[in-house]
């Protein structure tokens, strides 16, 4: 596994949780990419048809995989939009929270990438390797 250190994601939980198997947590972080993809698309295009109810449904969806990759600088904005969609309530804070939430998704989805990268060319010299 190749150590790095990311400004947005801790991938500490997702190790353990996967007891460090590099094929768990590459399809788990693949499935995480769709599921940001899937949100960032619910945020951009529901906030302003004000559709709280789906929207809080995505947003609940999400909020287990911020825990699992360490996203701290989104745990309070995923709480606190959930609760706005929830509850309709507080929705003039809620275009702020959506935007930085895109803005820091966006990130997210640059580091997950990049593991990913790292991961596949780690195992390609592993195959190479054990193949010559």
């Known amino acids: ?21 590099v094929s768990i947590m590459k399809e788990i972080m693949e499935l995480f990419l769709e599921i940001i993809d899937e949100y960032v ?29 360490g996203i701290s600088e989104l745990k309070s904005t995923i709480l606190q939009l959930e609760s ?4 309709e309530q507080n929705l003039e804070t809620t275009n702020r929270l959506v935007n930085d939430c895109l803005a820091i ?3 997210v989805k640059v580091e997950i990438q990049a593991e990913l990268k790292a ?5 390609n010299k592993n195959h190479v390797s054990m193949s010559s």
């Open 1 to 21: 596994m190749v150590e790095s250190n990311y400004q947005y994601i801790d991938l500490d939980l997702l190790k353990e949780n996967t007891f460090d198997d």
């Open 41 to 69: 698309e619910a945020l951009t295009s529901q906030v302003s048809t004000k559709k709280w109810q789906s929207l809080f449904q995505a947003t609940h969806k999400i909020k287990p995989n911020i825990n699992m990759f």
């Open 84 to 87: 706005n969609f929830k509850n």
């Open 105 to 107: 998704l966006k990130e």
């Open 119 to 123: 991961i596949n060319n780690i195992s």
